[in-house]
């Protein structure tokens, strides 16, 4: 029976060792191509393309295809002057939001700037305790309902465990307070919270969407 499933074993490991190296592979290749141009990403922002920015996301419409759950941002140490992700680090567990927060803090030049936006457990759990009936039953132009669930208590769930993007759901919610943590421990020197479009980096207004659930967050290395 052992020696039966040897063979599986050992496909599957040639196959975790082949995926690897096609990664590394592909890492060379783009640092290659891309060489020192590169001063400016955004991090998961599917088929938004901002000016002067590399987009990274795990789909193929990115600027640069890298799965965030698994591997680390292919950048050197200190390489990058601003990183700007919205709407996003709560589709990854805390564990690995927390690497992931780690990883820019090493790319970023002494001085870069990283700005998150995200949605902010204050906020939307304030709209539930007061019944906001307006905001949770907003409609999209197609009349399609804007969150998910038929009521206010599903959709209010729904920021900790729905909105499927790319394959994943939501897996974790944070307000101000408990992302600043993380900021902080990583290394960042200032860690604040910005007004919506408020911002060292210029071009913000290309950059922050979404004020009404969103808080953001503004960190100096």
Same mark, same amino acid.
């Given at each position: ?16 060792? =082949? ?28 088929? /938004? !393309?901002?000016?002067?920015?590399? +987009?990274?996301?795990?789909? !193929? ?19 990058? &002057? ?6 996003? =680090? ?7 939001? @927390?690497?992931?927060?780690? &990883?820019? !803090? ?6 870069? /700037?990283?700005?998150? %936006? ?5 906020? =939307? @759990?304030?709209?539930?305790? +007061? ?30 465990? %729905? ?20 900021? !902080?421990?990583?290394?960042?020197? =200032?860690? &604040? ?15 922050? +969407? ?7 967050? &503004?960190?100096?290395?």
């Amino acid at each position: 029976m052992t020696k039966r499933k040897q063979p599986q074993k050992i496909r599957k490991t040639a196959s975790r060792i =082949i995926g690897w190296g096609k990664y590394c592979i592909f890492r060379v290749k783009q640092s290659t191509r891309l060489g020192a141009d590169i001063r400016r990403i955004n991090l998961c922002g599917g088929q /938004i !393309h901002i000016p002067g920015y590399l +987009n990274i996301d795990i789909g !193929h419409s990115a600027d640069l295809p890298v799965d965030l759950s698994k591997r680390n941002l292919p950048f050197d140490d200190e390489s990058i &002057e601003v990183v700007v992700c919205m709407s996003a =680090i709560n589709y990854f567990t805390y564990t690995r939001a @927390a690497e992931i927060i780690r &990883e820019v !803090h090493r790319v970023l030049q002494r001085g870069g /700037i990283a700005r998150f %936006g995200v949605q902010d457990l204050e906020t =939307i @759990a304030a709209r539930y305790l +007061n019944k906001d009936r307006e905001f949770f039953f907003q409609k999209l132009p197609d009349g399609r309902d804007r969150f998910e669930g038929p009521t206010i208590g599903d959709k209010f769930a729904a920021w900790f465990y %729905g909105y499927e993007s790319g394959g994943s759901t939501c897996k974790y919610f944070f307000d101000f307070d408990s992302l600043a943590f993380l900021f !902080h421990k990583a290394g960042f020197v =200032i860690v &604040e919270k910005s007004a919506f479009q408020s911002s060292r980096i210029s071009g913000v207004t290309q950059i922050d +969407n979404r004020s009404e659930q969103m808080f953001f967050l &503004e960190a100096v290395k």
